[in-house]
């Protein structure tokens, strides 16, 4: 094909050019503005910047294409090409100082980026009226140009950003890229001219690509180094990789990848030309984003892993902790790290992100809460909604439609501690859900029942921003909320695909299906003491990646929740083999207990002997306790053969060590037994327990 059109022409460079020319589009406000200084009635110098491959080059070529047909003189300096020195940067561009219908065109300038102040001092001033200087570099200019007054009316900045949706299609489809492939290659890469160029030649040579098409490492590769270039360090990799991988950046992120002092390397972060600021920290540019990502997951899967691992552990925490007014962004970024997941990610699509916002429920809403719940479900359902509004108004949040402030949805999240008749008459939801409870795993002292319903309008069910609303707050609860023993969803009459998807988050629908008036409700239940929430947040990571087996197995673990007495056993049997590992590795508190499952190790065994002797450390220094702790040390963690040897290294009689043994162990059991209930590192007497 070349040939026939080299034959044609008798030279390739004005055919290649033609190419070109017809696979350029979009830029129209940046040649509008280059037409405008071109013919007298615009800027002398127009200074273009944007990441890599955004397409500098190729609007560069289109400029200077635009001046030729004006008849003007082009001259072309690439920063890649000469040396950084105002003698070898004249020598170059030094005609048009001699020329006023010239137009230079300087690209990649920023590999010469050091010669901003000279061009701006001592070079341009010296520019003829009429001639044209177009810079175009990744690097936007210097706040100096706009603080010159001389400056301000010669010279015109142009940041170079993605190409429209239209655009970007229009590219792919002069690349002849099949109808049916375009959508995956534009989910790819967005409106980067470079990302669409290079995958469209991928998905026209590879004939067999279908829907699910996915750029090559060569593609990848290729976008990588034009976007990043080379970078300082491993640690300005690392906080790059970071920022990838999350959702937005701040230092307080950077802390928990890279050790170290990262005020500097957040500095450097923020300067790149793909990285943008927002409210809540920095981000990358979608096509950058995920060719670090694809990047990363390719040249080092542990090395991604770990990283998702310190990443999630500090997005958790935050979620934890963050005041209520930011704990759904808290959440949107905590299940951003699960994007890839198709069952995680299904209804974190991230559209429509604004359209609605959550408000808090106040009195005089109620009524609105009552009209809406019978829209949106039926009579019986509004009356429930009414029941629960007028005695725990505190439960109830509602989201508006941005736009009108038109309320479109309500949730309720109620805490429950034990079953009132009245309310088991009102709600069959409720009586449903306690009936499950007691008949499972009744709460323990201290414990509540979580009930989460939601009422919203037809338009905003399923995967819409209200459901992710209502989603990210019900995880917050679950999250937050240290003495939950069951949480338990109602949904109305939930099809399987929804089924399957709560299933997948560890929430499963219990054989009842309650009724208000017409409609079936599907419970779908979780105990978190089985299974807390750092642990279920685990098994969410894991269980893309797990076979049918090893899912089921997953499923069915830690359904077992000890009761005070089962728990206090097993505390004194793990004392007795302390230094046995088969034997703490088959103990109950191994296999369910909370206090283990959250445990930095992953022996099980390992974390149980951990957890006793902080128990026993604990008490050392408290003085109404160091007879007991004593006893303990003595007995369990100097291995004392005998009780009675115990009391004689001691130097005490029998009934003494014994009495004070027996205080120790139950102190050890009431501590344990209060962490286990409360997920707190206090114990129950307020004491943290002892680091070793």
């Not at 902790?321 to 198709?342: E, M």
């Not at 037809?458 to 995880?475: E, K, T």
């Not at 279920?536 to 929740?561: F, T």
Request: with cysteine.
């Amino acid at each position: 094909m070349l040939s026939g059109t080299t034959k044609k022409s008798g030279l390739l460079g004005p055919q290649l050019q033609t190419a070109r020319e017809a696979a350029f589009v979009g830029r129209k406000e940046e040649l509008t503005a280059f037409g405008s200084a071109l013919y007298g009635g615009g800027s002398s110098v127009l200074f273009v910047h944007g990441p890599g491959g955004i397409g500098k080059s190729a609007l560069m070529r289109r400029l200077a294409g635009e001046a030729a047909v004006a008849g003007r003189s082009v001259i072309t300096v690439d920063g890649r090409t000469i040396e950084a020195s105002p003698e070898a940067f004249e020598a170059e561009a030094g005609p048009v100082l001699r020329d006023r219908r010239a137009v230079l065109m300087v690209d990649t300038f920023e590999r010469i980026q050091g010669l901003e102040g000279w061009l701006r001092e001592r070079f341009l001033p010296r520019l003829p009226l009429g001639a044209l200087v177009v810079v175009a570099g990744r690097i936007p200019p210097d706040a100096a140009w706009r603080a010159d007054p001389a400056w301000a009316g010669a010279v015109t900045v142009l940041p170079l950003r993605e190409l429209a949706s239209e655009e970007a299609r229009a590219l792919v489809d002069t690349r002849g890229v099949a109808v049916d492939l375009q959508e995956p290659l534009l989910a790819f890469a967005g409106g980067h001219p470079l990302a669409l160029s290079l995958a469209a030649a991928v998905a026209v040579k590879d004939r067999q690509a279908s829907q699910r098409w996915r750029p090559n490492q060569d593609v990848v590769a290729t976008l990588l180094d034009q976007l990043v270039g080379e970078v300082p360090s491993l640690a300005h990799r690392q906080v790059l990789e970071a920022c990838a991988h999350a959702y937005t950046t701040t230092e307080d992120l950077l802390r928990a990848v890279v050790p170290g002092d990262v005020g500097p390397l957040f500095s450097w972060l923020r300067q790149l030309p793909f990285i943008e600021p927002c409210r809540l920290g920095l981000y990358p540019h979608d096509v950058a984003r995920e060719v670090l990502e694809t990047d990363l997951r390719w040249r080092d899967p542990q090395g991604h892993a770990a990283m998702h691992q310190r990443i999630r552990a500090f997005l958790t925490d935050s979620v934890r902790t963050v005041p209520d007014t930011d704990v759904l962004p808290a959440v949107g970024s905590l299940f951003f790290l699960s994007r890839d997941n198709p069952m995680t990610s299904g209804p974190y699509h991230w559209r429509g992100h604004g359209e609605v916002h959550e408000d808090v429920f106040r009195p005089e809403d109620l009524d609105t809460l009552v009209r809406l719940a019978g829209v949106a479900e039926s009579e019986e359902s509004a009356a429930v909604a009414a029941f629960w509004a007028a005695r725990r108004p505190e439960a109830f949040r509602l989201y508006r439609r941005t736009e009108t402030g038109e309320p479109v949805a309500f949730d309720a999240w109620l805490r429950l501690e034990e079953p009132r008749e009245h309310e088991l008459a009102a709600d069959p939801i409720a009586a449903a859900a306690w009936a499950h409870v007691r008949t499972t795993a009744p709460l323990r002292a201290g414990e509540h029942l979580a009930i989460s319903r939601y009422w919203a309008l037809p338009g905003y069910r399923d995967n819409s921003p209200v459901m992710d609303l209502i989603q990210w707050r019900m995880i917050a609860h679950c999250l937050r909320d240290g003495r939950m023993a069951w949480s338990c969803l109602a949904v109305r009459g939930p099809d399987e695909s929804r089924s399957s998807y709560l299933r997948h988050y560890d929430m499963h629908d219990i054989a009842e299906r309650p009724r208000l008036g017409a409609d079936t409700y599907g419970m779908f239940v979780h105990d978190w003491r089985a299974v807390p929430a750092h642990a279920w947040l685990e098994r969410l990571d894991r269980l893309p990646a797990a076979g049918p087996q090893e899912h089921a197995d997953m499923q069915r673990a830690g359904l077992a929740v000890l009761s005070q007495e089962e728990f206090a056993q097993a505390v004194r049997a793990a004392l007795r083999h302390l230094f046995q590992p088969g034997a703490l590795a088959a103990s109950p508190l191994a296999q369910h207990s909370r206090l283990i499952t959250g445990h930095s190790s992953s022996d099980p065994a390992e974390a149980l002997r951990d957890l006793l002797e902080q128990a026993i450390e604990s008490l050392r220094d408290e003085p109404r306790a160091s007879k007991p702790h004593r006893a303990l040390d003595m007995t369990f963690l100097r291995d004392a053969p005998t009780q009675e040897v115990a009391a004689e290294r001691l130097d005490l009689p029998f009934t003494t060590y014994r009495r004070h043994l027996t205080a120790g162990i139950e102190r050890i059991c009431a501590d344990l037994w209060h962490r286990e209930l409360h997920g707190s590192r206090t114990t129950a007497h307020g004491q943290e327990p002892a680091r070793k």
